[in-house]
């Protein structure tokens, strides 16, 4: 993307916390914002200026004071700026326990790893730079006989780096969801720029289109709220013997996370943890 006007609409929450944020964004995610940053007390979303749309922004955060919390926003038109020149900045390439390297088409010269995947968002949609990408990452590599030749789903894909990782492990087929638009349109430019396009889909959508098929292996990385309401529909999903990983919330969080998940019909199996985000790892039984 060269030089584009975006509106920055700055959001004051009261209280302020990451878990209100979270709530926010997620209600906000059926509008085509790109970029979200949080900066106490706010939450600062961006969206091409063309598709603001000041009305529906407005009607949605009417709901979310439901939630316990106040809110109050601005929005400002920001000056034109070359998005891929700020990615560049931004965007080191990471590499996941000496075994995948995430990185951008800029990027040259590195040494190769066995899973090399180039990701170039629209702007800046999911890296593995953060610590809940980079787990599901490292999951995904030390259960690789469970990918292998299998039928797994990315849900909440964004810029797929999950998904094309299964495929690139040789899943069998893999499927990637996003609610925004914008994050399953980069999905689709991503898996064919890593040549994983033959064996991987992208849609955009909620967890309702789960349920047109069953999946070996399943990945969530989106945020508490959301997977405490669909880890249901999840579990439904999942073949047994399948695997559900999912991350996105706290370690404090994992007891009502678990629960949800044991009451499901899940086993829990294990977890890991960075900076205190968590990702846990569940298996359907067999029975």
């Known amino acids: 993307m060269n030089s584009q006007e975006y509106i920055e609409v700055a959001i ?8 209100n944020a979270e709530i926010v964004t997620a209600e906000i995610s059926e509008l085509p914002f790109e970029s979200f940053s949080s900066e106490e007390p706010y939450l600062n979303c961006y969206i091409q200026k063309e598709l603001y749309d000041q009305q529906a922004l407005k009607v949605i955060m009417g709901g979310v004071e439901d939630y316990g919390f106040s809110v109050a926003y601005t929005a400002k038109l920001m000056p034109a700026v070359n998005w891929n020149a700020v990615w ?3 965007f080191p390439p990471i590499v996941v326990d000496g075994a995948c390297t995430i990185k951008a088409s800029f990027h040259e010269g590195l040494k190769k790893t066995r899973y090399n995947i ?3 968002p629209k702007m800046a949609f999911g890296t593995g730079h953060h610590q ?4 599901m990452c490292r999951a995904l590599l030390q259960n690789e006989d469970a990918v292998r030749g299998k039928v797994v789903m990315d849900m909440g894909c964004g810029t797929a780096v999950l998904a094309i990782l299964a495929a690139k492990m ?3 087929h893999v499927y990637g969801i996003d609610i ?8 689709y430019d991503n898996a064919r720029k890593n040549r ?3 064996v991987m889909e992208t849609y955009c959508g909620d967890a309702s289109l789960l349920q047109r098929n069953t999946y070996d292996v399943l990945l969530a990385n989106i945020n508490r709220n959301i997977l405490l309401q669909d880890i249901p529909t999840y579990a439904l999903c999942i073949r047994k013997g399948g695997l559900l990983f999912v991350s996105g919330f706290y370690v404090e969080d994992m007891p009502m996370i678990i629960g949800m998940a044991q009451n499901s019909g899940l086993e829990y199996e294990s977890h890991d943890s960075i900076d205190n985000w968590c990702c846990i790892k569940f298996k359907k039984p067999l029975r």
Not at 12 to 19: G, K, L
Not at 132 to 135: D, E, G, I, S
């Open 196 to 198: 994983v396009g033959k």
């Open 180 to 187: 925004d638009a914008v994050a399953a349109i980069s999905a």
């Open 12 to 19: 004051r929450i009261e209280p302020f916390s990451e878990e």
């Open 132 to 135: 809940t990408t980079y787990m």
């Open 118 to 120: 180039t990701i170039d």
């Open 170 to 172: 040789k899943a069998s």
């Open 88 to 90: 560049e900045s931004q």
